[in-house]
């Protein structure tokens, strides 16, 4: 089936608009994107973490270029929409950011995600007036484009060390009036606060499981008012848990009990195309 990005773009935000929530699971290359695809979700996006770690990197060591080029192989890999995490935008300023969602879009991308981390240990987080111009600027870019490209907007408080509830909702509110579409704190600390984002700003709003203790059922993330369930990097990890524990096992052991657990070649080839 061939599907056009506008075509992707239209059906992406259907996805946001229709009752309960839906999962947007993270791959972080061709092979588990085709593997997703193949396993019936309906979007994907990727995950900064999981992208850097295929390139040997750390989370937030990526490049925009290498960033898109990562996001263009799973793009290319699935007939789904995709969204991607772009970090802060790759820059400080409004118009860096207005020209990734405006390179994001040529990938064939239908959304990305901009946060309002800022890369400096000692000041994490921008002041709200310019993180919400910076937000405003990529929504404008967004509209610019000949199809509905999804912005979403999200707020790093939990994850930089600022647990105030008030102070999220507080920045949530600001993205959500500066025209992001979908909006997303990650690192909430429970359900009480899931609620009290979804029940405050007018947006449908992103969850992140991936945080032991911090990750709830889809179904209490849809009695929260959740709308889209997001992966981050937990099945890049899962994936990885399974190769250090298999490998550690032949190394220190000299078993391959392993073998007995993991699915044939041809279940995962199914998945591909010849």
């Known amino acids: ?84 995490d772009l970090e802060n935008g790759f820059g400080h300023t409004s118009e860096a950011v207005s020209r990734t969602v405006l390179l994001a879009a040529e990938t064939g991308l239908v959304g990305c995600s901009i946060e309002d981390s800022t890369g400096d240990k000692d000041k994490p987080l921008y002041d709200l007036q310019l993180a919400s111009e910076r937000i405003a600027a990529a929504a404008e870019a967004a509209r610019s484009l000949p199809f509905r490209f999804t912005l979403t907007a999200r707020a790093e408080t939990f994850v930089y060390s600022r647990p105030d509830l008030d102070e999220t909702i507080q920045r949530l509110a600001a993205y ?9 704190a990650p690192a909430l600390p429970d359900l009480g606060a899931v609620r009290a984002v979804c029940s405050a700003v007018s947006k449908p709003v992103n969850f992140m499981v991936g945080i032991p203790g911090k990750s709830f059922s889809v179904a209490e993330l849809v009695d929260a008012g959740v709308k889209r369930i997001s992966f981050a990097a937990s099945l890049y990890r899962a994936a990885t848990t399974a190769l250090i524990n298999a490998a550690r096992e032949v190394k220190e052991k000299g078993t391959f009990s392993y073998l007995n657990t993991t699915n044939p070649s041809a279940e995962t080839n199914r998945f591909f195309s010849d």
């Not at 990005?5 to 929530?21: E, I, M, P, V, Y």
């Open 1 to 84: 089936m061939t599907m056009t990005q506008a075509d992707k773009a239209s059906r992406f935000q259907s996805l946001h608009t229709r009752a309960g929530a839906f999962l947007i699971p993270n791959p972080w290359d061709p092979g588990s994107a085709r593997i997703l695809t193949g396993l019936g979700f309906e979007a994907l996006a990727t995950s900064s973490a999981a992208s850097a770690a295929v390139l040997g990197k750390r989370d937030h060591r990526l490049s925009r270029e290498e960033a898109l080029t990562q996001a263009r192989a799973i793009v290319s890999a699935t007939i789904l929409p995709v969204s991607a």
């Open 176 to 184: 959500d009036q500066a025209g992001a579409d979908v909006l997303f």
